[in-house]
């Protein structure tokens, strides 16, 4: 029987990832403390706490692949106008500046975009920790099983 205690305890670790916005890594750090901490009380609370871990760590990995995939691609196309033609003369020229523009708008829309279905998420799992329930973050990697 999950009591309220244990529920209040699971959604605040859900919540806690808005430190974030307070400190650096709080969505890590506040987490991780409330679910160390309690994760011995009960089954529900060390469920719950590994998802909230599993989320933050994925999101993670998401940012830095996504990262590792398009500075190259946005330094190449800034750098492409790149022209030493002799030493005593330096050119440089944007030859399509509205590529750029259009990726970094692109890059711009897609991280507001996961920015705000993160929050959601975060959301309804601290609502459904409210009732009781375990939420399944959807493309969360389990790291910690």
């Known amino acids: 029987m999950i009591d309220q205690q244990q529920k209040n305890i699971a959604t605040f670790i859900h919540l806690s990832t808005f430190c974030r916005f307070i400190f ?29 871990l599993n989320f933050q760590i994925s999101i993670l990995l998401y940012v830095i692949i996504i990262a590792c995939i398009t500075i190259p691609f946005f330094l190449l196309n800034i750098f492409s106008g790149f022209a030493v033609n002799n030493f005593d003369e330096f050119n440089f020229s944007l030859n399509q500046p509205a590529v750029i523009i259009f990726t970094a708008l692109g890059l711009g829309v897609l991280a507001v975009v996961g920015f705000v279905l993160e929050l959601v998420l975060i959301i309804i799992a601290s609502l459904k920790a409210r009732d009781g329930e375990v939420y399944q973050y959807p493309l969360s990697i389990k790291f910690i099983k």
């Open 24 to 52: 650096p890594l709080g969505n890590f750090i506040a987490p991780l403390i409330l679910w160390l901490t309690n994760k011995d009380k009960s089954e529900f609370i060390d469920k719950n706490g590994k998802q909230v």
